[in-house]
């Protein structure tokens, strides 16, 4: 399979369909981005890198960073942890407060906003410096120093962050959380405004395509059963109330972000990161999404 060329075709005609849809803006400084940018790097199994348009610039990942977090406390924390965090799709938007109440805080799954906040007050009982344990692992899984906190992103996160400190309260009310709700949303905010490239962001996620080993960091950073849980998080939650269409149109476990990045995998053969901001209602890229549904057609096959 010439990788190259397969990107290549995906990218000209998702460009050609001309798909239109909004910028985030509700962080009014993710809002700050040129709308036509798009990439797309796809990384296989031995390393070799394959990228098209804007694959090497750096962009929010926002919600593409609760994988790394989910990875760091899968390992530490293990079977305790999904006792204070579920593993059912929600069916609601990311930022939804409404299934907290009434399934006595405990968040639906790790991908939606309460769920990422009891993993980060994991890290945060873990780590003494739990911004830069994230910023490390990130970088040691993409085998670079390449993340990047964007510090204006950071503090619009935390100017607008009604939303994830209602949530972050109404977890402490319910005794799901651990840490001081400012320590914590501190850390969230910061590991949500890391900027990274579609080429970085593949390499990260290579590991969960090579049933936990990174070829990047060289070692085992989940044990093969973990890989494949947190592979089945990500194709029944990674894209929130949009996770059954992705399933039913491109088929891989992936995850999303309001900065328009989609980071994917396609176990024993590669991992994928696209990258364009504008997005759907449901808060995911028109263009990744459909890119990646133009690449599974076009090689014939996905984890189905
Ligand atoms: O907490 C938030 O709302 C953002 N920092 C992240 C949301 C996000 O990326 C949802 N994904 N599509």
């Given at each position: 399979?010439?990788?190259?060329?397969?990107?290549?075709?995906?990218?000209?005609?998702?460009?050609a369909?001309?798909?239109k849809?909004?910028?985030?803006?509700y962080?009014?400084?993710?809002?700050?981005?040129?709308?036509?940018?798009?990439?797309?790097?796809l990384?296989?199994?031995?390393?070799n890198?394959?990228?098209?348009?804007?694959?090497?610039?750096?962009?929010?990942?926002?919600?593409?960073?609760?994988?790394?977090?989910?990875?760091?406390?899968?390992?530490?924390?293990?079977?305790?942890?999904?006792?204070?965090v579920?593993?059912?799709?929600?069916?609601?938007?990311?930022?939804?407060?409404?299934?907290?109440?009434?399934e006595?805080?405990?968040?639906?799954?790790?991908?939606?906003?309460?769920?990422?906040?009891?993993?980060?007050?994991?890290?945060?009982?873990?780590?003494?410096?739990?911004?830069?344990?994230?910023?490390?692992?990130?970088?040691?899984?993409?085998?670079?120093?390449?993340?990047?906190?964007?510090?204006?992103?950071?503090?619009?996160?935390?100017?607008?962050?009604?939303?994830?400190?209602?949530?972050?309260?109404?977890?402490?009310?319910?005794?799901?959380?651990?840490?001081?709700?400012?320590?914590?949303?501190?850390?969230?905010?910061?590991?949500?405004a890391?900027?990274?490239?579609?080429?970085?962001?593949?390499?990260?996620?290579?590991?969960?395509?090579?049933?936990?080993?990174?070829?990047?960091?060289?070692?085992?950073?989940?044990?093969?059963?973990?890989?494949?849980?947190?592979?089945?998080?990500?194709?029944?939650?990674?894209?929130?109330?949009?996770?059954?269409?992705?399933?039913?149109?491109v088929?891989?476990?992936g995850?999303?972000?309001?900065?328009?990045?989609?980071?994917?995998?396609?176990?024993?053969?590669?991992?994928?990161?696209?990258?364009?901001?504008?997005?759907?209602e449901?808060?995911?890229?028109?263009?990744?999404?459909?890119?990646?549904?133009?690449?599974?057609?076009?090689?014939?096959?996905?984890?189905?």
């Amino acid at each position: 399979m010439d990788y190259q060329q397969l990107i290549e075709e995906v990218y000209q005609e998702v460009q050609a369909e001309n798909l239109k849809g909004k910028v985030a803006d509700y962080i009014p400084e993710i809002g700050n981005v040129n709308p036509d940018q798009f990439g797309i790097a796809l990384v296989d199994l031995k390393g070799n890198v394959y990228g098209v348009g804007d694959h090497q610039k750096p962009f929010s990942i926002q919600s593409i960073s609760k994988v790394h977090t989910l990875t760091m406390v899968f390992n530490v924390f293990n079977s305790k942890l999904w006792s204070r965090v579920n593993v059912e799709p929600s069916g609601d938007p990311f930022n939804s407060i409404a299934q907290l109440e009434y399934e006595k805080g405990i968040p639906r799954n790790p991908f939606i906003n309460a769920g990422a906040l009891v993993i980060t007050d994991a890290l945060c009982s873990k780590f003494e410096h739990p911004i830069n344990e994230i910023t490390d692992f990130i970088n040691e899984l993409a085998g670079a120093t390449c993340v990047k906190i964007n510090p204006e992103v950071q503090i619009s996160e935390k100017n607008h962050g009604e939303r994830n400190t209602a949530l972050a309260y109404f977890l402490k009310s319910f005794k799901n959380f651990n840490n001081p709700i400012d320590e914590v949303l501190d850390v969230y905010f910061s590991h949500c405004a890391m900027e990274m490239s579609c080429v970085d962001l593949a390499k990260s996620f290579s590991f969960l395509a090579n049933d936990g080993y990174s070829i990047f960091a060289d070692r085992l950073v989940l044990t093969e059963s973990q890989s494949r849980r947190v592979n089945a998080l990500m194709l029944t939650c990674g894209f929130y109330d949009e996770a059954g269409e992705f399933a039913f149109k491109v088929g891989l476990p992936g995850k999303s972000g309001v900065g328009g990045g989609v980071a994917a995998v396609m176990p024993h053969k590669f991992s994928i990161a696209v990258w364009s901001p504008e997005l759907n209602e449901k808060g995911n890229s028109v263009k990744a999404i459909r890119a990646l549904e133009l690449l599974t057609d076009k090689l014939a096959f996905s984890l189905f």
